[in-house]
């Protein structure tokens, strides 16, 4: 399945036994039309507040249903901050976490004097001016293959560091400022803590050669703030041609206000 989902109301992906999360919501909408439990597997597990434009999940189930069938059964037993796009049947060996060969993520940044009341919850906002030719400059030291340790998580439960960013994009459309990555994967915080230290560069607070020094340094301690969850969404997966699946990329992303 393809799912999309607002993440503001929900303390993350993954199922937690005192709080609710999407997970949670999307195992028992899928069990009813299974009309058996279910445990569902995501792509990417999103933090607390952090939206997803192109999640891929999957189960395993004994009953029949066509694709229609489970897009519309699941999707009226959701609340209306999570919605199926899409679902097909896959070969066994799929896995919506295993067998993605990519990840894309899609952080907006709000840059304008006062808050938004409609971007509340969907962009982080600043009252700073960003100049995105510095954040770009400083952007493409990161893209390649590198140590990301100063930009993941302290408690981040990788066992390697070493990503390789496929890309990294920046635009702007009036007072939206995007960010666009790509990579092979992604570690915890990865994005958010790429997006802080991006901030602080387009602001002048830090240098363009900061990003590079933080790759060098290999710690943690040294980076920048981890910017907010509520700009972040879950764009889209790779997977390898022979699973046949619809495209998933998310080029549209949220919608421009």
Not at 50 to 75: E, I, K, P
Not at 164 to 173: E, H, I, K, S
Not at 244 to 252: K, T
């Amino acid at each position: 399945m393809g799912v999309e989902y607002d993440g503001g109301a929900y303390s993350g992906w993954q199922l937690q036994h005192h709080a609710d999360t999407v997970q949670a919501r999307l195992e028992v909408a899928v069990g009813r039309v299974a009309a058996a439990p279910v445990r569902v597997h995501c792509a990417g597990r999103t933090d607390a507040g952090v939206h997803a434009t192109g999640q891929v999940v999957h189960f395993d189930t004994q009953a029949s249903r066509s694709s229609r069938s489970w897009v519309l059964g699941a999707n009226s037993n959701l609340p209306d901050d999570i919605a199926v796009r899409w679902a097909q049947e896959v070969a066994p060996d799929f896995h919506a976490r295993f067998s993605a060969t990519g990840r894309h993520y899609r952080y907006l940044i709000l840059c304008r004097p006062t808050r938004s009341a409609l971007w509340r919850g969907r962009a982080v906002w600043t009252h700073k001016t960003l100049h995105l030719a510095r954040m770009r400059t400083a952007g493409s030291l990161l893209v390649g293959r590198h140590d990301f340790t100063s930009f993941r998580a302290l408690a981040c439960q990788a066992k390697s560091p070493v990503r390789t960013l496929r890309y990294l994009r920046l635009g702007r459309r009036g007072e939206l400022l995007t960010l666009e990555v790509g990579a092979d994967g992604f570690l915890h915080h990865m994005v958010r803590n790429i997006a802080g230290v991006l901030m602080a560069i387009g602001s002048g607070e830090a240098s363009i050669q900061w990003a590079a020094e933080l790759l060098a340094v290999r710690n943690r301690a040294f980076g920048g703030v981890t910017a907010p969850p509520h700009g972040l969404y879950l764009a889209g997966v790779d997977y390898p041609a022979h699973f046949q699946l619809p495209p998933l990329g998310d080029a549209a992303g949220p919608p421009v206000l």
